[in-house]
């Protein structure tokens, strides 16, 4: 297969149609000139250029091979152009893991549209990633970065992080609920009733979230598959959930969101992403959060 230099000599001659003048256009000597277009015609088994003394003419075959050498060297340029600005964080993907933590505040938001105003030739995925599966979509490229609590990633050395900002759990329950009267709640009257949370394929039980908020373990569970049917079910006054508070602005207005007591409800939110990272996606946007707590 001729080697993309191969089709730079021969476009050369065939438009300037003089071995001399290609030549100085290509800052070599001609006889280096005429032995790569006599490999490239015997590679070819075709005859390209029709040649004697006098001038240099494309043959019939030179003329359909011109075209495709001039395509072939455009796109080859355009393919060098593309590698050149993804190197420089202009154009790719980066994938954003969130979760309902992640919608807490604006920063997320905030941030993702500062970031697509910059770089708006970047496709920006929001995957939303439950707690207990962020770690491992992060170490496993299934996302580039992350919007999550810390608890998410104790523990796990390979993670570099930035502190955003701090949210609070709430006990959601039913406006048919026994607490639906109240503001507030302790946590340790909370002991005998059903929680139901969201299950993820590192927490079968859907607890990760509650075990976050609460000092003990429930003794009843249940779990779902969707933040929508977690909703349905304490709505239906089936269980009682600990959700972020960022959910009370979007829940359905059958739904009571209480303070918890006796127990510190806060957890910090962080942007994760992986320590060994050669996506300048990644530093860009890493950089872009970090700019943005400094201000």
Do not use: W
Request: charged letters at 20%; hydrophobic letters at 45%.
């Amino acid at each position: 297969m001729p080697e993309i230099r191969h089709l730079r000599y021969f476009v050369a001659v065939a438009e300037e149609l003089h071995f001399g003048r290609a030549a100085k256009r290509l800052h070599i000597v001609q006889p280096a000139l005429s032995m790569q277009i006599k490999a490239l015609e015997e590679e070819l088994g075709a005859q390209l250029l029709l040649r004697d003394h006098h001038q240099v003419q494309l043959s019939e075959i030179g003329r359909l091979f011109l075209e495709q050498a001039r395509d072939i060297l455009k796109r080859t340029e355009q393919s060098t152009q593309l590698v050149a600005r993804a190197l420089q964080g202009e154009i790719g993907r980066l994938r954003i893991g969130i979760c309902a933590s992640s919608t807490s505040n604006s920063i997320m938001p905030n941030l993702v549209k500062a970031f697509h105003k910059l770089h708006p030739d970047v496709k920006i995925e929001l995957v939303e990633v439950h707690p207990a599966a962020q770690a491992k979509a992060l170490l496993n490229r299934h996302v580039d970065v992350v919007f999550g609590p810390s608890a998410a990633f104790s523990h796990i050395d390979d993670i570099a992080k930035i502190y955003l900002n701090h949210f609070s759990f709430k006990l959601a329950c039913s406006s048919e609920h026994n607490l639906a009267n109240f503001t507030e709640v302790d946590v340790h009257s909370l002991k005998n009733e059903i929680f139901v949370g969201l299950s993820a394929e590192d927490d079968q039980y859907g607890m990760m979230v509650t075990n976050f908020a609460l000092p003990f373990i429930p003794m009843r569970s249940m779990q779902v598959q969707s933040p929508a049917a977690l909703l349905s079910v304490v709505e239906a006054n089936l269980a009682v959930a600990v959700l972020s508070e960022a959910l009370e602005r979007s829940a359905p207005p059958n739904i009571v969101f209480l303070e918890l007591l006796g127990v510190d409800s806060n957890m910090d939110l962080f942007l994760f992403c992986r320590k060994a990272e050669n996506n300048p996606l990644v530093e860009r946007f890493m950089a872009l959060a970090k700019q943005g707590k400094n201000e």
